[in-house]
């Protein structure tokens, strides 16, 4: 099943387009790379097909979005989160609370969810990215690479179907992009869908599909 899907999406910025028709899905099991030069538009593809566009940052796109079948439009938050979570570039501009399970509870807290359920996510999060050691831990005293897994475990808190990554493998070091790899994997091998926005191609290994922007278009790529 497709769990994120873009069909003939168009976006500008002051009315100059910045991409358009783009098609675009990742299925359930499955992790496609999105690929291309810095301001081509992955990020902003990024944040149409999470949701943060229009929802967070008042813009407005043509085509449609679907996060398992549906127009993410028509998605409550809670809904949305749940189908979809996102994690960005940069871990320090995410990690804001006090302590790693300050900042895991974060999500699961703000849609009302009970507290012994949230103890349970937090718990099941940080174990499915290695990290349950830290649960006490500053996140500002962590590593890049460890502050990257916690945004992750606090995306996974939600318990999305599916996870982007925009460029989450930017800023780190071989020994922490090869962690945040086999947290993707895992996640993969559970049915979840990714989507991996990557600029370095030696980061593709583990991508099943690569989509590549060029002049304002997208098209699927050969592994």
Not at 109 to 127: V, Y
Not at 153 to 167: G, T
């Amino acid at each position: 099943m497709k769990a994120i899907e873009g069909a003939g999406i168009g976006f500008a910025y002051g009315g100059t387009p910045l991409f358009s028709d783009v098609n675009i899905f990742v299925s359930e099991g499955e992790c496609a790379a999105l690929t291309g030069p810095s301001g081509c538009g992955k990020s902003t593809l990024c944040y149409i097909l999470s949701g943060v566009i229009p929802r967070s940052i008042e813009a407005d796109y043509t085509g449609t979005a679907r996060l398992y079948g549906d127009d993410i439009k028509t998605l409550t938050l809670k809904q949305t989160v749940e189908r979809v979570g996102i994690v960005f570039q940069d871990p320090d501009a995410q990690l804001f609370s006090p302590t790693v399970e300050d900042e895991i509870a974060f999500g699961p807290e703000n849609i009302c969810l009970p507290r012994e359920e949230i103890e349970k996510r937090i718990s099941a999060a940080l174990a499915s990215v290695g990290m349950r050691r830290y649960r006490y831990a500053k996140p500002s005293k962590l590593s890049g690479g460890q502050k990257q897994l916690v945004a992750l475990a606090a995306s996974l808190a939600l318990k999305p179907k599916a996870v982007i990554l925009d460029e989450a493998l930017s800023q780190l070091d071989s020994d922490s992009t090869s962690l945040v790899k086999q947290a993707i994997l895992k996640q993969k091998a559970q049915g979840k869908a990714i989507l991996l926005v990557e600029h370095d191609h030696e980061n593709l290994d583990i991508a099943d599909r690569i989509y590549a922007f060029s002049e304002g278009t997208l098209k699927e790529v050969r592994v």
